[in-house]
């Protein structure tokens, strides 16, 4: 693995409910990575609960921005944006953090 993290051992299950909402593009691709570092032990839940991830992760580990970033924030309740996980609602893309800050509820 070029991120020289831990890989789970077992079976995972990413739930991506409702499934009554489509879901397109890589947009929950950071919060399927950061999920699955919770659930292999490398990343202690209590270190992103209550953060949303938003974000393409590209195969070098980078975090792509995503198109839509607006409307993807404003649906999260009450979010603050940044752009490395701190005590915060929402994590972002370098590149998107502007766009997503336009909700104004940072």
Known sequence: MSSDLP??????????????????????DLAVAVGLLVAAGAVA???????????ELGLDGTVRPVTGMVPLVDALEAPAVVVAPASAAVVVAPASAAEAAVVGRH
């Open 45 to 55: 839940p209590e270190a992103v609960a209550g953060l949303a991830f938003l974000g």
């Open 7 to 28: 890989w789970l051992a077992r079976r995972a299950t990413v739930n991506l409910a409702p499934s009554a909402v489509r879901k397109a593009g890589a947009g929950l």
